[in-house]
């Protein structure tokens, strides 16, 4: 008889193909409804056929990449300056609790504010809308990585940071040699959370002045009623995505860190 791990294993690979084929019988489903209700005539580019074909046309043509690239800098920039801004401040109120004390109620203030809500304020302050479209990915992309790697670093086992100082090594030396290897994948966790909030928040803010970028060409689709390149590049926004996010958790699973003894 086989193990129960072996016997599962097939239900477990087939399970998000079983998800996904869900998700296509709803969306099939909801096109049929599109279809014959007249009041909907107009959104029947939604159905899976006209917006598949759609979709193709956009690999086909190169819109594809020439919308996602400029979208995939911004995100790109905006998560770096979170990172830069938001790994940091996590290590330092993970690290001292009245620093935490301190800066904890500022920052859940500013972190229930919507990102959108800075939008009158990035677009004054930066000379251009790439900067003001990468501020606001950064100000919605901070806080799942402050708060992941705080949160990490007060996990850090205290027998590990005893052992260091008591192999000499200072402040700096138990931060690089223990605290950041053991927060690290809180760290990534963090980062893919910010990934997923940036890539919401991308579409919207791409509603500014740009004339590129996938939330351009949402608004563009919309405004031509072009509904089936509307629901092709919806779905290319959800394929790049779920593209990245697994990468990130990927990541995030290989950066797992048992001290050695």
Do not use: H
């Not at 869900?22 to 209700?37: C, H, N, P, Q």
């Amino acid at each position: 008889m086989l193990p129960r791990r072996s016997r599962a294993r097939p239900a477990w690979l087939l399970a998000p193909l079983a998800g996904l084929a869900l998700l296509g019988a709803v969306w099939f489903a909801a096109g049929l409804i599109l279809e014959s209700d007249s009041r909907y005539g107009a959104f029947t580019g939604f159905a899976p056929v006209p917006a598949l074909g759609a979709f193709i046309d956009l690999l086909r043509s190169g819109e594809a990449w020439r919308a996602s690239a400029p979208s995939l800098a911004r995100v790109g920039q905006g998560l770096l300056y979170a990172f830069i801004a938001g790994a940091p401040l996590g290590l330092l109120v993970g690290s001292l609790p009245l620093v935490e004390r301190a800066l904890q109620p500022p920052f859940q203030l500013l972190r229930m504010i919507s990102p959108l809500a800075w939008m009158p304020v990035a677009v004054l302050s930066f000379p251009s809308w790439d900067g003001a479209i990468v501020f606001l990915i950064a100000a919605a992309a901070v806080w799942p990585i402050l708060f992941s790697t705080a949160a990490g670093v007060k996990r850090v086992d205290p027998v590990w940071l005893t052992l260091a100082r008591n192999l000499g090594a200072g402040p700096l030396g138990t931060l690089r040699a223990v605290v950041i290897p053991a927060v690290l994948q809180d760290i990534l966790t963090g980062l893919r959370l910010a990934l997923g909030v940036a890539w919401i928040v991308l579409v919207p803010a791409e509603y500014l002045g740009v004339t590129s970028g996938l939330g351009y060409a949402i608004n563009d689709a919309r405004d031509t009623l072009s509904y089936d390149r509307l629901a092709a590049l919806v779905l290319l926004i959800g394929l790049i995505g779920y593209a990245l996010d697994s990468l990130l958790g990927r990541l995030a699973a290989c950066a797992r860190w048992i001290p050695a003894t």
